[in-house]
């Protein structure tokens, strides 16, 4: 069992920054690929980057690309999005999640979600 624990959203006016957290307990967290996802109401649930194991491999959804950063630190259990020049599009709740298998842009891939965090983007 794998418990993710997201931080970070609030309100940020279109433009500016926010850098999300996600804290991970439980199983060895480098066994796993992360994710980042997003749903805004009546929406799916958007893929927005995925990071491997140990880092060194990241894949964008296309939203996203330029604009989002993930990064992690297997030392502290963590899993990041830098989220840069944020859009009222961007409002949405976050998540983040776990894939023991692959670094999957597909929700149903994921094996661990954690309870997400809102991010509002004001015009």
């Known amino acids: 069992q794998v418990t993710l624990v997201e931080s970070g959203g609030g309100l940020v006016q279109a433009g500016g920054s926010l850098r999300l957290s996600c804290a991970a307990s439980?199983?060895?967290?480098?066994?796993?690929?992360m994710g980042w996802f997003r749903q805004a109401p009546g929406k799916e649930r958007e893929f927005l980057a995925v990071?491997?194991?140990?880092?060194?491999?990241?894949t964008y959804g296309n939203s996203v690309k330029g604009r989002f950063t993930i990064s992690r630190d297997n030392a502290k259990n963590t899993v990041y999005l830098q989220m840069n020049s944020l859009k009222p599009e961007d409002t949405a709740v976050y998540y983040c999640?776990?894939?023991?298998?692959?670094?999957?842009?597909?929700?149903?891939?994921?094996?661990?979600w954690g309870q997400g965090t809102q991010v509002t983007v004001s015009s």
């Open positions: 990071i491997s194991r140990t880092g060194t491999s990241t």
């Open positions: 999640a776990a894939d023991a298998v692959l670094m999957s842009r597909t929700p149903g891939d994921y094996d661990y």
């Open positions: 439980g199983r060895t967290f480098s066994n796993y690929a």
